[in-house]
């Protein structure tokens, strides 16, 4: 179950990154987000790689078809297992991301579907009539037409797109919070528990773990929570 807990390293220096990944001895995979990637990836990345940790390189990418083909081809000297595209790019920008990926074993190009942050307020701000749930679904469906089939959902999207799409969609959740943490930025959150339970493969968690005063006893905490058994879901 380890390895479904992805911590994220949306930290402000090297020296705190690093620190983080040394306490957390038990954890798998990290996510490496704009803010640490552009102060201080390529030393983050290369002491996960020395600790055998896995990558998420979550930089979101959305461009013309032909820069994000670039880009995902830059990306993977890092030797990500994810990395992530924005789905609203479109088509052609999809299968262009899939296409630099294609001989790459072990990669996951994730499309991010609505962030975790918006609200369906926020989204009729920027001019989607849609509910966020029927957005969501309208992009994954975008996605699995052309090529991928692993997304970023909030928690409240997991067993629509479960049940619209089958059992193998691929979900990755960012906007989980333990009971005993603060909902901060996010707007439409589940417990880890609650996330597992409605079937997501992988649990986004940050300020959660890495805010706590030993967040090696919050992982562990949280790891405790989603181990025990659930009553639905995949596993």
């Known amino acids: ?5 992805i911590t994220a390293l949306d930290v402000d220096n090297i020296v705190e990154a690093k620190a983080l990944v040394d306490k957390l001895a038990e954890a798998v995979f990290f996510k ?3 803010q640490a990637f552009l102060g201080f990836g390529n030393e983050l990345i290369t002491h996960l790689k020395s600790k055998n940790k896995k990558l998420f390189l979550d930089l979101k990418f959305k461009d ?9 081809k830059s990306s993977l000297k890092y030797t990500p297992e994810f990395l992530t595209i924005h789905l609203s790019g479109g088509a052609a920008m999809i299968k262009q991301a899939v296409a630099a990926a294609a001989d790459v074993p072990g990669l996951s190009i994730l499309g991010v579907t609505v962030l ?13 009539a849609l509910a966020p749930e029927d957005a969501v679904l309208k992009l994954c469906e975008l ?3 052309n090529g991928l089939n692993s997304f970023v959902c909030s928690p409240l999207e ?5 049940k619209r799409f089958g059992r193998d969609v691929v979900l990755v959740t960012p906007g989980i919070r333990p009971e ?7 707007q439409r959150v589940f417990t880890p528990k609650m996330a597992v339970e409605a079937g997501s493969d992988y649990l986004v968690i940050g300020r959660p773990i890495t ?3 030993s967040p090696h006893d919050a992982f562990i905490k949280i790891l405790d929570e989603i181990s025990c058994p659930v009553r639905t879901g995949r596993r």
């Open 211 to 213: 805010r706590s005063e």
């Open 64 to 72: 013309i078809p032909n820069t994000v083909y670039g880009a995902v």
């Open 158 to 162: 997991i067993a629509p797109i479960k």
């Open 143 to 145: 996605g699995l037409n």
């Open 1 to 5: 179950m380890k390895d479904r807990i």
């Open 32 to 34: 490496v987000g704009l």
């Open 180 to 186: 005993w943490a603060a909902k901060g930025d996010q």
């Open 116 to 128: 975790t942050s918006l609200s369906a307020a926020d989204l009729k701000d920027i001019g989607v």
